[in-house]
């Protein structure tokens, strides 16, 4: 998400992609936190979470019957 966990910016707009490359190389503060998010989001997509997800939904249907 666009300001969460990185940049957005138009495919060839290399202006826009140098301005935001800056901000990062100058806020450390900001770099971290967007590794932060990335890897939170990155984790709720895991095969493990997936997986767990998939038997909590397996469990709530066995006990609908």
Request: charged share 30%.
């Amino acid at each position: 998400k666009h300001g969460k966990n990185g940049f957005i910016f138009e495919v060839g707009n290399t202006e826009q992609l140098s301005n935001y490359l800056n901000i990062l190389v100058e806020d450390e503060k900001l770099r971290k936190s967007f590794g932060e998010q990335s890897t939170k989001i990155i984790k709720k997509h895991s095969y493990t979470e997936i997986e767990n997800q998939l038997i909590k939904a397996l469990e709530i249907y066995r006990n609908y019957k």
